[in-house]
């Protein structure tokens, strides 16, 4: 079991004797999409499975909460940040600009991209090395821009 998943284990446990209902059940519904993975791939996640199923998570609750303000539901809104601050606590530790930018760089130069066209070329590079401890969507557009300058 990997160390990322085991933590998670132990504060589930630490939550339930805490009882601490709302952070309980968020590591509960970590919990159950990391198994949810392992049982329909018949694998054992390792930290990179794990992250990268975390980081999907992060994703959809980014998307929930932009739905949400949309719609004026704050309230629904704040429970779902408070969800992305208890995974974040799980994610490897963010990249910098500067970091995400040299990265981005190196896979241009690597690459040898020239234009948006290429961008497929530059994402398969970056995407490995960002993962999980940087925003997708952030990245995607820094790759835009740098191949459009």
Known sequence: MSGTRQRILDDIKGAM???DKSRLATLRLISAAIKQIEVDQRIELDDEGTI????KM???RRESISQYKAAG???LAEVEQSEIDLINEYMPEALSDTEIGTIIDE???KTGASSVKDMGKVMGIVKPAVQGRADMS????LIKQKLTA
């Open 17 to 19: 004797k805490a009882g």
């Open 52 to 55: 990268t199923v975390l980081d």
């Open 58 to 60: 992060l994703k959809q």
């Open 73 to 75: 539901r704050d309230d």
């Open 107 to 109: 896979a241009v130069a």
């Open 138 to 141: 952030a990245v995607s557009q």
